[in-house]
Structures are given as structure tokens and as C-alpha cells.
């Protein structure tokens, strides 16, 4: 059966991070998977270029393994509350990653 | 070297989200030097600033204000306050003026307050343009002239400088313009001679007040005492508290970076930083670094343009929609539940304020909010139940009426009272000038 983000997470949050940042928070669930999945390729650049149409070259990754999570940034496409705004505080752009198959 | 430390009283994450009389009095009994908050975001968007207005209302921050002014006044300490209604451009910096002016005349009481405005000369601002001294934050492009004469009001964002010059010319109260969250809560301690890293990291755990404890949504605000090599974080509510993890996982909250922060004048580095327990409900943290850098100040303008006056609400979140009935009925329950509070209503039937309120048809069923989950309260997040809890439950959605954080779901979602008296957003390029 296939793994995905949400079998390893025990809690994944989005969110602005100023008007031209969104930033994800992935809380792995436990140390395990923590080790096993924060450096996945599959949580790569290119996933938020296919999923959000992000500029790869501007992906950070943050791993804190202090609190067994991984921060991942990306430069939003458009200025938080432009006219083609979908989402002011991004609250709502994790579902996305929910179902990212790991293995 | 520092005779104890310098203890802050940060009451609330921003001005008139709701300062607690008792918590208040509780840090000025436990030695407060001084009392800083914060009092707007651009999280909200740039409306606040094209139009110079306040998204908290004239009543919840004078209420604040009525509180903080009189702790402040009798224990004879300072009172600031940073990003003045909101957007913390001039119009928003006097909006407060007069509120606080008002208050003090209510209180009988004369306070010597400091203004400090941060409003930019777009004729300056083009000249330093043209000399190669404003450079673009990523993912900006270059600032063009066009950019800045779209801007009705363009503040330059400010640190802890002017602040520590109004303490020292005796300012009793402040109220400052636009200015870094972390500014405004670290001047008094930096003008003390507190550790720089401590009193930059203290600030910046504190700036969403009782966001960093426990139980977020049990109380207001924090006391940080910052001291010679380290500070000590602890809730103003005696019954929360504060631990290692809740203090450490505030560094992630809406930044894009969870070690490093620019400020107007350096960097704070939290990598090497360590928390500890000191009790059950304080936390110490040390090995914060400060590292000093040319000056900067970030640029933000705004001005009116084309606007949405229609705003459709979806929602993704999976759990959400496998139970919309139930999110459905908690949601107006809360909305009850703070209409009523806001206007001092008595607790009459559901159903004859669902049909008054919502104005369209509505289930007659709305039930009360269920118990609030403690420390649950982003509604932005997909908790998954987990069987180390020892007990399955089904995820639900949180009630939007207990969370304090300024990305709480409230703000989002236009079912509330609407942040936008006149829904004008248009980003303009905020940059950073050396």
C-alpha cells in the first residue's frame, strides 16, 4: 500500500508567511518517521512547482528536528491579497500535500 | 551587567484583540518594568494602509487601552505600543492618538506620550531609488516610480531606535507607526542593557502574546524577563503555562525561516538555541545570537486601486467537508456566541437570532459550540487523530470563536463581521533600503 504524507504526519499546517511567503509546517509522527521522510525527494522543489507552480530555485526547507518537523517555504506566484487572491492567510494550501505519495 | 531582569508584561498578541484586566495585574505583581504590545499586521492585507484605517474596532482598542493606560499609570511604568491601528501609517498612528488621549482624559490622568511616525516622501524615496539604495526583497523585481506613486501611504518599517529615544526623553506612553513586532516588545530591555539575543528572541516568542503557552486560547498574554545571558518566558494566567515545546514551535509560526529573522539593524540566530523547563509553567531559553548588520529599514505601501467586492468561500480541508453539517452549526454558534458577547446581549433562542443574523435560510438546530480542544485552535491545520493518545477520535473541525492567533480562521472567513469596510486590496512592492 502506498505511504503518503498523511500516514506520517501527525499534523501538517499552512500559512502566510508576510505577503510574499506560504509556509507549511509538517509535524512527522514520531522519530522514526522523522528520520525516515524529511529529506524524501518526493517533498522536493519540484513538488511545489507541480503543485502550486512555485519557482523551485525559491523552495526552502527547514528540517527542526528538535520538534521532528520539516518547514518548507516557497515564494507565492502572486502578492497575498491581489486581485486574483484564493487563499489570504494560505490557510487552506496543505490539503495538497496530504496525499503526496512517499513510498 | 544587569541588576535582575528586565521584565516585559506583553498583555495581548495586538491591541484590542482583548487585554485581561486580572493577567494584567498579575505580571504588574510580579514586577513588570514595562508593558509593550503590538497593535497591527500585514497579515490582513493592504487595505489598512491605503486607507489609513484600523481593522480592530474603535471600541475593542480603547477598551485595551483603558486597561493598559491605568495598570501603566498607577505602577508608574512605561506603556508602548507598536504598528498603531493596524497598518501604523500616520492615519492609523493618530486614530490611536486620539483614543489614547480620550482615555487618559476619562482616567484623569496626564501621561507625557510619545508619537513616532514612519510615513515615507515619495520624492525621497525616488531619489534613493535612483542612488541604488532601495534593493527588492525576493520575489520582487525592482521598485519602479510607477510603484510608489500608486501608493497612497508608504511607511519604512521601524526597530527599537526610536523607542529607546522616547523612553529616554520620558515618554510614558508611546505609540509608535509601523515597526517590527519584535521592535517594539525588545526596546525597553535593549535600552537596559539586556542580553541582545535574549531580548530579540523573548520578543519575538511574546509578539502573539499567549500564543506561545499551552493553551493559546486560555489567556492573553505573556511576561518575558530577560536577563544577562538568557530570558525566562511564562503566561500571565496563572493556570496555563508554558512549556519547551510550545515555546520553541513559536519560532515556526508565520515565518518562512524558523531559525533566522531580520531586523532592521541585524539578525537573530535561534539554532543553537536551548529551552528548558524551570518549573511546570515557565520556560528559560538561552543561546540566542545577535548579530548586528548595516542598517535597513523594509518599505510597505499601499494604495486603493481595482477591488473585489464578492468574496466565495471554499474549503478543501477533507475533514472539514466529511462532517460541513456539524462545521456548519458550530460555526454559527460561535458567531452567536461572540455577537452576543460584543454586544452584551442576553442568551435568547438560537433560532430567532439565526434568522436575524444570517438574513437567508437557515437550520432552526444551531447548536452550541462544543467544548473548545485546548491548544487546538488552528483552524489552518490537519490534525490527524493519533493512536498514541490511546483512544481513536475523529478529527473535527475547531470553533473559530476561541483562537487568538492572528492567522486564526476568523479573519478569513467572511461570515464573521467582515474585516473589510471597503474591500480595497492592492499590494504594492515593499522593499528594503540600506
Redesign the interface.
Known amino acids: 500500500m502506498t505511504t503518503m504524507l498523511?500516514d506520517v504526519?501527525?499534523?501538517?499546517?499552512?500559512?502566510?508567511?508576510?505577503?510574499?511567503?506560504v509556509?507549511f509546517?509538517l509535524f512527522f509522527?514520531g522519530p522514526e518517521n522523522f528520520a525516515k521522510y524529511h529529506d524524501h525527494p518526493a517533498l522536493g522543489p519540484d513538488l511545489f512547482h507541480r503543485l502550486f507552480g512555485a519557482?523551485p530555485a525559491?523552495v526552502?526547507r527547514?528540517p527542526?528536528p528538535?520538534?521532528e518537523?520539516i518547514?518548507i517555504?516557497y515564494?507565492?506566484t502572486s502578492?497575498?491579497?491581489?486581485?486574483v487572491?484564493r487563499d489570504?492567510?494560505?490557510?487552506?494550501q496543505?490539503?495538497?500535500l496530504?496525499d503526496v505519495a512517499l513510498d | 551587567m544587569l541588576d535582575g531582569p528586565i521584565k516585559i508584561l506583553v498583555p495581548t498578541g495586538s491591541l484590542g484583540a482583548g487585554a485581561r484586566e486580572d493577567e494584567v495585574r498579575h505580571g504588574i505583581v510580579a514586577g513588570a518594568h514595562a508593558i509593550a504590545t503590538d497593535a497591527g499586521s500585514?497579515?490582513?492585507?493592504?487595505?489598512y494602509l491605503a486607507l489609513g484605517i484600523s481593522k480592530n474596532n474603535r471600541g475593542s482598542v480603547k477598551r485595551d487601552l483603558t486597561i493598559l493606560m491605568k495598570a501603566a499609570a498607577a505602577a508608574k511604568i512605561p506603556l508602548i505600543v507598536g504598528t498603531s491601528g493596524q497598518a501604523g501609517g500616520d492615519l492609523n498612528l493618530d486614530w490611536t492618538r486620539d483614543i489614547a488621549v480620550e482615555v487618559a482624559a476619562e482616567l484623569g490622568i496626564q501621561p507625557k506620550i510619545a508619537l513616532l511616525y514612519c510615513e515615507q516622501d515619495k520624492a525621497l524615496l525616488k531619489a534613493r531609488n535612483a542612488a541604488g539604495k532601495i534593493r527588492p526583497?525576493?520575489?520582487?523585481g525592482p521598485l519602479e516610480d510607477a510603484s510608489i506613486d500608486a501608493c497612497d501611504h508608504i511607511v519604512a518599517v521601524m526597530g527599537p531606535e526610536p523607542y529607546i529615544a522616547a523612553l529616554r526623553a520620558g515618554a510614558d506612553i508611546i505609540l509608535g507607526g509601523r515597526t517590527t513586532d519584535t521592535a517594539v516588545l525588545a526596546s525597553f530591555a535593549l535600552m537596559k542593557g539586556a542580553h541582545a539575543g535574549a531580548a530579540w528572541h523573548a520578543a519575538k516568542v511574546a509578539e502573539c502574546g499567549a500564543q506561545c503557552t499551552v493553551q493559546p486560547s486560555g489567556s492573553a498574554g505573556v511576561l518575558i524577563s530577560i536577563g544577562d545571558d538568557g530570558f525566562q518566558v511564562e503566561p500571565l494566567n496563572p493556570k496555563n503555562r508554558c512549556d519547551p515545546?510550545s515555546v520553541?514551535?513559536h519560532m515556526?509560526?508565520?515565518?518562512?525561516?524558523?531559525?533566522v529573522l531580520t531586523e532592521p539593524g541585524g539578525v537573530l540566530d535561534v539554532t543553537d538555541a536551548r529551552y528548558l523547563p524551570v518549573d511546570d509553567r515557565v520556560v528559560r531559553v538561552s543561546g540566542s545570537v545577535w548579530t548586528p548588520k548595516p542598517y535597513t529599514m523594509k518599505l510597505e505601501g499601499a494604495g486603493g486601486g481595482?477591488?473585489?467586492t464578492i468574496m466565495l468561500i471554499?474549503?478543501?480541508?477533507?475533514d472539514v467537508l466529511s462532517r460541513v453539517d456539524e462545521f456548519h452549526d458550530r460555526m454559527l454558534a460561535a458567531l452567536y456566541e461572540r455577537t452576543r458577547k460584543t454586544m452584551g446581549l442576553r442568551d435568547t433562542s438560537s433560532t430567532s437570532r439565526c434568522a436575524y443574523m444570517a438574513g437567508t435560510p437557515c437550520r432552526a438546530t444551531a447548536r452550541r459550540p462544543a467544548p473548545h480542544r485546548p491548544g487546538k485552535s488552528?483552524?489552518?491545520?490537519?490534525?490527524?487523530p493519533?493512536a498514541r493518545r490511546g483512544r481513536r477520535r475523529s478529527p473535527r473541525p475547531a470553533t473559530p470563536t476561541s483562537s487568538t492567533s492572528p492567522?486564526s480562521?476568523t479573519?478569513?472567513c467572511p461570515a464573521t463581521a467582515s474585516p473589510f469596510p471597503r474591500p480595497t486590496?492592492?499590494?504594492a512592492p515593499?522593499t528594503s533600503s540600506s
Open positions: 498523511k504526519c501527525r499534523h501538517i499546517r499552512s500559512k502566510n508567511a508576510g505577503p510574499y511567503w509556509t509546517d509522527d519557482d525559491l526552502q527547514f527542526v528538535g520538534l518537523m518547514k517555504s515564494a507565492r502578492a497575498q491579497g491581489g486581485v487572491e489570504m492567510h494560505c490557510g487552506q496543505f490539503v495538497r496530504l | 500585514t497579515d490582513s492585507g493592504a487595505a526583497l525576493p520575489p520582487l515545546h520553541s514551535a515556526l509560526y508565520e515565518n518562512a525561516n524558523p531559525f481595482r477591488y473585489q471554499g474549503i478543501q480541508d477533507p488552528a483552524f489552518c491545520s490537519w490534525p490527524r493519533t492567522s480562521w479573519r478569513n486590496l492592492i499590494a515593499s
